[in-house]
């Protein structure tokens, strides 16, 4: 199990062996691990930290899944706006089929989450059975797994060449304290410092969350017609401006009809934290990995970061960023 900090769709149970098969046991005792609290364990593979029940989905994903001609793979790492890029992909790609001033759209009964599944949280079984699109020819997956550990299906040469993969990444102040309070809402008790110190040590969901991020960067500028490499803060400032480059980059062009008829300003109002954290759906029950629906939602702006930490700890998280970004010519 990852520390506390790592906010994966998942809460620990005592003995989490208990849910896995002896091939997933045997690849398991094989890998690095670090006992970074108590008797939770966090395991290294590929480069990257996870908890046993994210990697069990990536061990699955990378055993089972085929992409289809048009997939979409929603990539953050966790607490960088996911759950916003989710029902924006919604959105903007069923916007026919749900038009977002409907009082009856999707999104205001069900949660994102709902609508737009983990795929390392989807039995292999269930993989063709996913439909969030009109025409049933598309899925939008979402997923938290490095460029690194994606099923080749969906990274190689031969992959779809029509498959898509949409990455945000988020501030790393912004993405740890956000970490820091969903750890909190979810009662995974743990200091702020002691959470800064893990976390900067790569010991996050899927971390070290620089090296994920410089991966699906260097992906998007090698191969820009398969990977979108977006940024929360741009998404904040400029938001009709980045759906519609959304739009294009999906082949889901905004018309001059949809500009006449208000669509991107009728998406970014429906999807908007303000929205979305007041619908009663959002606000009761919990996941089926019993994270609470609630603690997805906590103030989603930019710069909060400054009311949590130390100017050190600040200093120190842009220091690791300043060299492990500056050889790509990355800023975040």
């Known amino acids: 199990m990852e520390p506390k900090t790592s906010q994966l769709p998942h809460k620990p149970v005592e003995d989490e062996t208990l849910l896995y098969n002896q091939e997933f046991l045997e690849f398991l005792s094989g890998l690095p691990k670090e006992r970074v609290i108590e008797k939770f364990e966090s395991y290294q593979y590929q480069g990257f930290w996870y908890n046993p029940p994210l990697l069990h989905g990536i061990f699955n994903m990378q055993k089972h899944f085929q992409p289809c001609e048009n997939d979409i793979f929603l990539v953050t ?3 960088s706006g996911t759950t916003w890029l989710k029902a924006l992909i919604y959105a903007l790609m069923n916007r026919e089929a749900h038009p977002p001033q409907s009082p009856h759209h999707p999104l205001l009964n069900k949660t ?17 059975s996913v439909c969030n699109s009109p025409d049933r020819t ?22 779809p060449s029509s498959c898509k993969i949409v990455y945000l990444c988020r501030d790393v102040k912004d993405n740890f304290v956000s970490l820091f309070h969903f ?3 979810n009662q995974w008790h743990i200091s702020l410092e002691e959470s800064f110190e893990l976390y900067c040590k790569g010991f996050s969901g899927a971390g070290p969350v620089w090296d ?10 090698d191969r820009p017609h398969k990977v979108l490499f977006m940024r929360y803060e741009e998404m904040q400032n400029e938001p009709q401006f980045q759906l519609k480059r959304l739009a294009h980059f999906l082949g889901k062009p905004i018309s001059e009809e949809d500009e006449k008829s208000g669509v991107v300003d009728q998406i970014i109002n429906l999807c908007s934290f303000d929205t979305q954290s007041r619908l009663k759906v959002n606000n009761t029950g919990d996941l089926v990995c019993g994270l609470s629906n609630s603690s997805f939602f906590r103030k989603g702006v930019v710069g909060d970061w400054k009311n949590c ?3 050190d700890m600040a200093s120190k998280l842009d220091q690791i960023t300043e060299e492990k970004f500056h050889a790509f010519g990355l800023s975040i």
């Open 77 to 79: 790492a966790p607490k």
């Open 112 to 128: 994102p989450h709902q609508l737009v599944p983990f795929l390392e949280f989807i039995n292999p079984s269930e993989y063709g």
């Open 138 to 159: 598309t899925r939008i997956l979402a997923t938290h797994c490095p460029l690194v550990s994606l099923p080749k299906s969906i990274t190689d040469d031969h992959s």
């Open 183 to 185: 750890a909190q809402k």
């Open 212 to 221: 994920q991020i410089s991966g699906y960067w260097k992906e998007s500028l």
């Open 309 to 311: 930490l130390t100017i």
